[in-house]
T-cell receptor, first 116, second 111 residues
């Protein structure tokens, strides 16, 4: 079974530029998450999708970050314009179900963003 | 608001030692507790998941326990090996909808 795929793996941009990340979850996983992991910290949830709907985006900086999952499968996360403090690893995760007490989250390899 | 703390932040041990990594959380109504491993430059690998009705889970040399009343979880690694060197993260929350992560414990096992 293929895991969660993310691209690109690495991205270097200058501040005020825009950038987009792509995630393909495990087949059949209805729930998709985007996390931001700053060096030395644990991942922090940015946004959660259930199929193509947003469940939780309370910690997404909406003035510069946006995400979509139009067909309920792949997802893209965009930053426009980027700031220095956006330098982090962006992790995508997926889970097979949204409710109840079952279902581990499976993570992709992440995209390491450096903003200069 | 759920907060997760991991102690120690870093640990260096000789090969063969038995280890205990600690995780504490502020919300006793936690739904589940998940332990992950993260290798440098890589994503997270799920190690063990303890559901709210369970007290522990075991996988090979790993054993994780959950005490909701005290707000603590421990990850026990038996007979540590150099290949165990990584960062170990615990995460919990209300349901699987939102995992709150600790900052992790960086483990180095030297031959």
């Amino acid at each position: 079974e293929a895991g969660v795929a993310q691209s690109p793996r690495y991205k270097i941009i200058e501040k005020r530029q825009s950038v987009a990340f792509w995630c393909n979850p495990i087949s059949g996983h209805a729930t998709l998450y985007w996390y931001q992991q700053i060096l030395g910290q644990g991942p922090k949830l940015l946004i959660q999708f259930q199929n193509n709907g947003v469940v939780d985006d309370s910690q997404l900086p909406k003035d510069r970050f946006s995400a979509e999952r139009l067909k309920g499968v792949d997802s893209t996360l965009k930053i426009q314009p980027a700031k220095l403090e956006d330098s982090a690893v962006y992790l995508c995760a997926s889970r097979i179900s949204s409710g109840g007490s079952r279902g581990e989250q499976f993570f992709g390899p992440g995209t390491r963003l450096t903003v200069l | 608001k759920q907060e997760v703390t991991q102690i120690p932040a870093a640990l260096s041990v000789p090969e063969g030692e038995n280890l205990v990594l600690n995780c504490s959380f502020t919300d006793s109504a936690i739904y589940n507790l998940q332990w992950f491993r993260q290798d440098p430059g890589k994503g997270l690998t799920s190690l063990l998941l303890i559901q709210s009705s369970q007290r522990e889970q075991t996988s090979g040399r790993l054993n994780a326990s959950l005490d909701k009343s005290s707000g603590r979880s421990t990850l026990y690694i038996a007979a540590s090996q150099p290949g165990d060197s990584a960062t170990y993260l615990c995460a919990g929350g209300r349901g699987y909808n939102k995992l709150i992560f600790g900052a992790g414990t960086r483990l180095a096992v030297h031959p």
